[in-house]
């Protein structure tokens, strides 16, 4: 079965303290990994895609590299605009189930 | 602008009623998909269309029903067989079903309570 944990489940930061999320998953043939932002009573918002090993995403503060195992979201110099839920989703190949799984998401505060 | 409508934005349901959620896009996406999300769990595919009159089965459709008549729509029925439907609802489409290079792009969702 396909898995997906993000951690930490909670993350409070200071403004301009720079930090990682991770996703780690299991999974029996990775198509391509997805970073999702989610504002409270919104859909989710697209971030970055990853599809192989050692590939890396820049978009503005924030960085996405993958891993044969995990994927790490990184937030440099973080501001009070960037707090949100980070989600992280995978899509396998086939033979997999369609659409995508996600984890739980990690909720990112970022105090003034 | 090109997205994906979803309404109504909050829905109440009696015990006993079937409800539809609605999702319309005019991005001329091929696959759709709905998604349920609940505090604390990840989001969990219902149903998913990748062409319109086909649709398929996700992780937790016992309860709900579609139909895909038309590429823009993708309608949600809430049966009463489903016991537990207070929820967050989101529908999401991709140009195909791999998702590409952008991913999905979702609704607003839809909040549905049981009262």
């Known amino acids: 079965e396909d898995q997906v944990t993000q951690s930490p489940e909670a993350l409070r930061l200071q403004e301009g303290e720079s930090s990682s999320l991770n996703c780690s998953y299991t999974?029996?043939?990775?198509?391509?990994l997805f970073w999702y932002r989610q504002d409270p009573g919104k859909g989710p918002e697209f971030l970055f895609t990853?599809?192989?090993a050692g590939e890396e995403k820049e978009k503005e503060r924030l960085k996405a590299t993958l891993t044969k195992k995990e994927s790490f979201l990184h937030i440099t110099a973080p501001k009070p605009e960037d707090s949100a839920t980070y989600l992280c989703?995978?899509?396998?190949?086939?033979?997999?189930?369609?659409?995508?799984?996600f984890g739980k998401g990690t909720h990112l505060i970022i105090q003034p | 602008d090109g997205g994906i409508t979803q309404s109504p934005k909050y829905l109440f349901r009696k015990e006993g009623q079937n409800v539809t959620l609605s999702c319309e896009q005019n991005?001329?996406?091929?696959?759709m998909y709905w998604y349920r999300q609940d505090p604390g769990q990840g989001l969990r595919l219902i149903y998913y269309?990748?062409?319109?009159?086909?649709?398929q089965k996700g992780d937790i459709a016992e309860g709900y029903s579609v139909s895909r008549e038309k590429k823009e729509s993708f309608p949600l029925t809430v049966t009463s067989a489903q016991k537990n439907p207070t929820a967050f609802y989101l529908c999401?489409?991709?140009?195909?079903?791999?998702?590409?290079?952008?991913?999905?792009?979702f609704g607003s969702g839809t909040r549905l309570t049981v009262v």
């Open positions: 999401a489409s991709s140009p195909t079903r791999t998702g590409g290079i952008y991913g999905y792009t």
């Open positions: 999974v029996s043939g990775l198509r391509g």
């Open positions: 990853l599809y192989s």
């Open positions: 989703a995978v899509q396998v190949y086939e033979g997999g189930a369609d659409g995508l799984t």
């Open positions: 991005l001329n996406h091929d696959a």
């Open positions: 269309s990748q062409i319109v009159n086909d649709f």
